[in-house]
Nanobody, 117 residues
Framework: QVQLVESGGGLVQPGGSLRLSCAAS????????MGWYRQAPGKERELVAR?????????NYADFVKGRFTISRDIVNNMVHLEMNSLKPEDTAVYYC?????????WGQGTQVIVSS
């Protein structure tokens, strides 16, 4: 069993920045990929960004965050971060950390991000 704990959400004004963190209870090197998803009220959960936790650390992003968000890994501390800049009201959602270990998918409990003036 793997636990994922997100942190860093909150209220921010449009144009502002937040940094989300996801702490894993197991070495992330043993995972295949980790990522961030989000779910806005009344909408389906959608991929925001993913990163390969080993090797080159390949990343991919949803088109709506390219150039604004950056996903990164911290292998020493078993964490994945999501740096979010130039936030827009439409980025308001619950953000979830996701990880695949031994072909099984795990989710965190989510952290709320509200972008509003």
């Amino acid at each position: 069993q793997v636990q994922l704990v997100e942190s860093g959400g909150g209220l921010v004004q449009p144009g502002g920045s937040l940094r989300l963190s996801c702490a894993a209870s197991r070495s992330i090197v043993s995972s295949t990929v980790m990522g961030w998803y989000r779910q806005a009220p009344g909408k389906e959960r959608e991929l925001v960004a993913r990163i390969a936790t080993g090797g080159s650390g390949y990343t991919n992003y949803a088109d709506f965050v390219k150039g604004r968000f950056t996903i990164s890994r911290d292998i020493v501390n078993n964490m994945v971060h999501l740096e979010m800049n130039s936030l827009k009201p439409e980025d308001t959602a619950v953000y979830y950390c996701d990880a695949v270990f031994d072909f099984k998918e795990y989710w965190g409990q989510g952290t709320q991000v509200i972008v509003s003036s």
